[in-house]
């Protein structure tokens, strides 16, 4: 499955818009790691327990928007952006775009 945050494929022609698709997710840590990433952040510095939270999140949400643009018929998704909320302890992200069906380009 092809993505990106252009509204073109270079080398792919563009035959059918299909219509928007979504992957949502909200992962939270452990209370233990929790506690741990929330004492990092009184002393300042990379809260890593944070951040890999974060990009499980990312990359889970994308997923899930790539199975949704599957089920939906497409080959492609263009458009693609991520947004997120404001939780404590948890990470809620949101990717969307547009499933499309492309074809190379002769």
Excluded: K, W
């Excluded at 059918?16 to 209370?31: K, M, N, Q």
């Excluded at 939270?53 to 990359?59: D, G, K, Q, V, Y």
């Excluded at 643009?69 to 990717?95: F, H, K, S």
């Amino acid at each position: 499955m092809l993505a990106t945050t252009t509204f073109e494929l270079p080398g792919y022609r563009l035959v059918r818009s299909i219509g928007i698709v979504r992957g949502l997710t909200v992962r939270t840590r452990s209370l233990p790691m929790t506690i741990v990433g929330g004492l990092r952040t009184l002393f300042g510095g990379r809260a890593g327990i944070f951040a890999t939270l974060c990009e499980s999140a990312r990359e889970e949400s994308f997923q899930l928007m790539l199975e949704h643009a599957r089920n939906m018929g497409a080959n492609a998704v263009v458009g693609v952006r991520y947004d997120t909320g404001p939780m404590v302890g948890a990470a809620e992200v949101l990717c969307y775009g547009t499933a499309v069906v492309v074809e190379r380009a002769s």
